[in-house]
């Protein structure tokens, strides 16, 4: 069974260069990526970008470059699109993985043991096609959110004329929230799973969750803060 990672990032970003702004001393892209290179399962190492700012930093990692056109470098592209191209590449090159870990360049907040938790829970349950991060948070939970009606008022996202919803977080049914560290995708013979739930169907049909204490990406310097401290407190990765 081969077993792949795939570091993923573009240099189209609100945050000028993210992916690799200073983060204790090492671009922010390096976390994930040295993180995967202490699996036990995974062998073979690849980046997918446009920029050539994080193509040569993950290359430093030992991450072989697979070049994104930059019609897959905006921000309203999908990752869906992102993996087919880059396991075509990874094909084109010789590589036919069983399993992708798709590595997000802009979370620092990832664990060896956690994707090779991941990884041996798929290995293990053969009908599953992906294994994914959560947090549980019942403080945001979607019968909680809100959004504004056109004319302009708060009203919630669901019909909730028929249904009486609790106001204590705890009687609400358990909520959880997907990460954005790293996912770990089974592949249809070398192919993407696509018949998923939305927004993510590439993670396919049979999802299992993976609960984590606490995942996040960057997208403010705020973040970076954060991110700082995190790292401080798991050092041991």
């Not at 090159?93 to 060896?112: E, F, Q």
Request: glycine share 4%; proline share 5%.
């Amino acid at each position: 069974m081969q077993i792949t990672a795939l570091l993923t990032g573009r240099g189209n970003n609100t945050l000028k260069d993210k992916n690799i702004l200073s983060l204790n001393g090492h671009p922010l892209l390096y976390y994930p990526a040295t993180v995967a290179k202490g699996s036990k399962f995974i062998t073979q190492f690849y980046v997918s970008s446009e920029c050539e700012k994080i193509l040569t930093e993950a290359s430093r990692c030992n991450y072989e470059k697979i070049i994104r056109p930059d019609s897959l470098s905006t921000p309203t592209a999908l990752h869906h699109d992102v993996l087919k191209h880059s396991i075509q590449a990874m094909n084109e090159l010789g590589s036919r993985p069983d399993i992708l870990v798709v590595l997000l360049a802009n979370s620092p907040t990832v664990k060896t043991g956690w994707i090779d938790d991941c990884i041996q829970l798929l290995i293990d349950r053969p009908l599953v096609s992906s294994v994914v991060p959560v947090i549980r948070d019942q403080d945001r939970h979607p019968y909680r959110a809100k959004t504004i009606s056109i004319e302009g008022k708060l009203e919630s996202f669901f019909d909730l004329s028929t249904n009486e919803i609790s106001s204590n977080r705890q009687q609400l049914p358990v909520c959880y929230y997907l990460c954005h560290n790293f996912w770990v995708i089974r592949l249809d013979q070398g192919r993407i799973p696509h018949e998923g739930e939305s927004p993510w169907n590439f993670l396919g049909n049979s999802v299992l969750p993976y609960e984590v204490d606490e995942a996040f990406d960057i997208h403010t310097l705020d973040d970076l803060d954060r991110a700082s401290r995190w790292l401080n407190l798991n050092k041991d990765l």
